[in-house]
């Protein structure tokens, strides 16, 4: 999956699994659009969408039952509208100008949470419960993770300033990322971080195990892309990890 370069897919198709049958129902079209940063929680799916003649990207939320589809944001010259990630009645996502926006579902209501130009752009949106999580890909300084209180707009840095923190991930109360600090290089510093929204601690769930790309939580399992050893191919690793 891409955040925002190629397509994730050219088409949005949903199997029927609950009966253990093969049936597809096909949500979007797949000749007149591009498919970018596909999410789904519960019954609601959403993704963002370009028509062959439109110049932006829209962001739209589809009810598979039903069918109902919002267009919920669309970007304009000059603002990039970045994929939707959805939670229980929230829809959160960000623009290239720092905005964070959120759709509640049972009311239809749209907000800015939040819009910090400084804090553009906002990459990797992740929420669960009332939080979300993103990276600041700034050019001048090293990348920083942020944690959002949806509720109350507070938000605050929750990886050092001094290193590079990048893909965050967030659920049941915690968030990893991948974590450069100690140097770069193949396989080098490369590593996963836990931060504990409860507690406010974090800690280095890798530390013997070089890389980890692309780390994923849900609950206390943790998974990555790392390497045994720096010379090695890599893998797919997981964990369970404990209260930090």
Do not use: C
């Not at 509208?81 to 959805?86: D, E, S």
């Not at 980890?212 to 893998?235: C, K, M, N, Y």
Request: aromatic share 10%; no cysteine.
């Amino acid at each position: 999956m891409y955040e925002d370069g190629a397509p994730s897919s050219r088409t949005v198709v949903a199997r029927e699994v609950e009966d253990r049958s093969d049936t597809e129902i096909e949500l979007e079209a797949t000749n007149p659009l591009e498919i970018y940063s596909v999410d789904v929680h519960g019954e609601w799916a959403s993704w963002r969408r370009r028509a062959p003649e439109a110049e932006h990207l829209e962001l739209v939320l589809h009810n598979i039952m039903t069918g109902e589809q919002r267009v919920l944001d669309v970007g304009r010259e000059g603002v990039v509208v970045y994929g939707g990630r959805l939670w229980g009645d929230r829809v959160v996502w960000s623009t290239s100008q720092g905005a964070l926006k959120e759709h509640r579902i049972s009311t239809g209501v749209t907000r800015e949470v939040l819009r910090e130009p400084r804090l553009a752009p906002m990459y990797y949106v992740s929420v669960w419960d009332h939080y979300a999580a993103f990276n600041h890909e700034s050019y001048s300084a090293p990348w920083t993770v942020y944690l959002v209180d949806l509720d109350t707009a507070e938000v605050r840095p929750i990886s050092p300033a001094d290193s590079r923190q990048d893909q965050p991930h967030l659920h049941g109360g915690r968030v990893v990322w991948t974590d450069f600090r100690g140097g770069g290089g193949p396989g080098g510093g490369m590593h996963v971080y836990v931060y504990s929204i409860a507690t406010g601690r974090e800690y280095l769930l890798n530390p013997s195990a070089p890389g980890g790309s692309e780390p994923r939580i849900f609950d206390r399992t943790v998974l990555w892309q790392g390497r045994a050893a720096p010379d090695l191919h890599g893998g797919i690793w997981v964990t369970r990890i404990g209260d930090v």
